[in-house]
Each structure stands twice: as structure tokens, then as C-alpha cells.
């Protein structure tokens, strides 16, 4: 599995435009952070770049096949991609911790008078554990859909899946039908579960019903991911 974590780390170093873009990301991502308000959409962004594709390309191009004819199960293949995504994505985050940590000592010694926001190293080290805890099951979302579809498939279909889960209940409240508000609201809560991590971290509401929906989701979609990969056959090229 160390094997398909280094293969992935080689091909998103690899691509200069991944690398401008997620570069780009951390900036965005170090503004709010300075502020400690934060990693924002920025962090969301960038892990959709990193997990996108990342077992549809090598099915496409038809390196899966030589990939596979190695002693490696397609399990550690699979858990591999997503291991090798979690690392880039802690990657990014250390990386707008450092920037944000640089603009502010770059603030304060171009504007010595203006009041800045105290860069806070603590409040940085939550902001990142929380968002690798959203960003593993975004990955985990990313990886299922890329066992079935193509290219940017598996993102434009988390993209959907989540304007249908958000219109769903915005439809029943419009329409009165507090049955479709109730359905969707559902899903949403065991589809794409967001546990309040400040509150987790702060030691509070740890066995709380939300963190429970969040592990099952992981789990579930992992799990799924390997079924749907071991079942699949492949060619040697489908693009």
C-alpha cells in the first residue's frame, strides 16, 4: 500500500498545474486562517482537486492492469489512493498554516502600527484537524464515485448529490410538505454528516449522534468503494 501512496504523491507532484492551483488554494485558504476564522471553502477546494480522479484516471488509461499484475491486492490499491489523497491534503493544509504565519509577520513588520489579528498557532492546529476530518469524507465520497465513472466524474457527481440533498429540503419548504423537509434533512444528516469538531475537540459532545452518523458514513463509503473496485473488470484502455 506504501507503494500506491508514493505512486499517488509522484503524480499529483507531477503535474504542474495541480501544484499551481493547490499553491494558489493555500493562499486563499492562509487569508481567513491569519484571521484565525479558519480554513474556509478554500480547503474544501483543494481536496476535491486531490481526490479527483484518483482511481478513474488509472482505470482510463489503462495502467490499472499493470498496476494490478503486481503482487497487490486491489484493496491496498484502493486504500492507497485514499491514504496517498489524505497526505497531499495534509500537505496543503501545513503549508497555509505556514503562509498565514508569514503574512502575518509580514503585516506586522510592513504596518507596525496598524492593529493585526494575532496569528494564533492553537486556533491554526484546530482549524487543520477539523478540516482533515471533513476532508477524509470527502475523499471517502470522491473515492466511491471513482470506482464507476470517469474523470471528473466523481466530483461533478459529490457536486449533485449535494444540490439535490440541499434543494430537497429547500423544495418541501417551499411547497409546504414538511414529509420531503424531513426526508431530506435525513439524508443529508447520514449521507454527508457535519459534526461539530470545535465542539469535539473542546472535548464536548464526543459520543454525540452526529459523530456517530459521521464514522458509519466514512465507513459505508469506504467500504463500498472496495466492493464496487473488486467487482470491477478492466481493459488495457477505455478513453
Known amino acids: 500500500m506504501s507503494e500506491?501512496?508514493?505512486?499517488?504523491?509522484?503524480?499529483?507532484?507531477?503535474?504542474?498545474?495541480?501544484?499551481?492551483?493547490?499553491?494558489?488554494?493555500?493562499?486563499?485558504?492562509?487569508l481567513?486562517?491569519?484571521?484565525?476564522q479558519g480554513f474556509g471553502p478554500a480547503a474544501t477546494l483543494a481536496v476535491l482537486l486531490i481526490a479527483a480522479g484518483s482511481v478513474s484516471r488509472d482505470i482510463s488509461s489503462g495502467a490499472i492492469q499493470m498496476i494490478l499484475s503486481r503482487p497487490l491486492t486491489r484493496s491496498e490499491y484502493l486504500f492507497g489512493r485514499y491514504f496517498?489523497?489524505?497526505?497531499?491534503?495534509?500537505?496543503?493544509?501545513?503549508?497555509?498554516?505556514?503562509i498565514?504565519?508569514?503574512?502575518?509577520?509580514?503585516?506586522?513588520?510592513?504596518?507596525?502600527?496598524?492593529?493585526?489579528?494575532?496569528?494564533?498557532?492553537?486556533?491554526?492546529?484546530?482549524?487543520?484537524?477539523?478540516?482533515?476530518?471533513?476532508?477524509?469524507?470527502?475523499?471517502?465520497?470522491?473515492?466511491?464515485?471513482?470506482?464507476?465513472?470517469?474523470?471528473?466524474?466523481d466530483v461533478l457527481a459529490l457536486v449533485l448529490a449535494t444540490i439535490l440533498l440541499g434543494s430537497t429540503q429547500a423544495l418541501g419548504r417551499q411547497l409546504n410538505k414538511p414529509a420531503l423537509v424531513q426526508a431530506g434533512r435525513i439524508a443529508s444528516e447520514?449521507?454527508?454528516?457535519?459534526?461539530?469538531?470545535?465542539?469535539i475537540l473542546a472535548g464536548r459532545d464526543i459520543l454525540s449522534v452526529p459523530t456517530s452518523q459521521y464514522f458509519l458514513a466514512l465507513?459505508?463509503?469506504l467500504a463500498l468503494a472496495t466492493l464496487v473496485f473488486d467487482r470491477r473488470e478492466f481493459s488495457y484502455g477505455q478513453d
Open 4 to 30: 500506491m501512496v508514493r505512486r499517488f504523491l509522484r503524480q499529483k507532484s507531477g503535474s504542474v498545474g495541480t501544484l499551481i492551483a493547490l499553491g494558489l488554494l493555500a493562499l486563499f485558504a492562509a
Open 32 to 36: 481567513p486562517l491569519n484571521a484565525n
Open 84 to 98: 496517498g489523497t489524505l497526505l497531499t491534503y495534509v500537505g496543503f493544509l501545513i503549508s497555509s498554516v505556514v
Open 100 to 153: 498565514a504565519f508569514l503574512l502575518g509577520r509580514l503585516f506586522l513588520s510592513t504596518s507596525p502600527l496598524a492593529e493585526a489579528p494575532a496569528f494564533s498557532w492553537l486556533a491554526a492546529g484546530r482549524g487543520a484537524v477539523e478540516a482533515i476530518f471533513a476532508g477524509a469524507l470527502l475523499a471517502a465520497i470522491v473515492l466511491f464515485f471513482s470506482t464507476f465513472l470517469r474523470g471528473w466524474g
Open 190 to 199: 447520514n449521507l454527508y454528516p457535519t459534526p461539530d469538531w470545535s465542539q
Open 219 to 221: 465507513t459505508c463509503y
